[in-house]
């Protein structure tokens, strides 16, 4: 059983920058593609970023590219989020989870895909 903690959440004007951590423990941290995905009031969870368990690929919402960077820490066990540019629409919920991988390269964007989930963290930003 994995369990997932996430940080770093806060309130922040437009424009800045936040940085979201998710600590893991109870698995082997190292098999798992990591991903982030956030959910606003009134909406459905959607996906932000994911990684691959080596750390090696990555992907991004089109919403977010070129803004966030994902990275993953497997000595660690930490995956993070690093949230820069932001924008009031940034503002939600912001949940990690954690999925075994079948490849090197494994990257999953469909949260049903995902195991385990972490309590979220509130970000929201101010115009």
């Known amino acids: 059983q994995v369990q997932l903690v996430e940080s770093g959440g806060g309130l922040v004007q437009a424009g800045g920058s936040l940085r979201l951590s998710c600590a893991a423990s109870?698995?082997?941290?190292?098999?798992?593609?990591m991903g982030w995905f956030r959910q606003a009031p009134g909406k459905d969870r959607e996906f932000v970023a994911a990684?691959?368990?080596?750390?090696?690929?990555?992907d991004y919402a089109d919403s977010v590219k070129g803004r966030f960077t994902i990275s993953k820490d497997n000595a660690k066990n930490t995956v993070y989020l690093q949230m820069n540019s932001l924008k009031p629409e940034d503002t939600a919920v912001y949940y990690c989870?954690?999925?075994?991988?079948?490849?090197?390269?494994?990257?999953?964007?469909?949260?049903?895909?995902?195991?385990?989930w972490g309590q979220g963290t509130q970000v929201t930003v101010s115009s």
């Open positions: 989870a954690a999925a075994p991988a079948p490849g090197r390269y494994t990257i999953y964007k469909d949260p049903h895909e995902y195991t385990y």
């Open positions: 109870g698995g082997t941290f190292s098999i798992y593609v």
């Open positions: 990684v691959s368990r080596g750390g090696g690929s990555s």
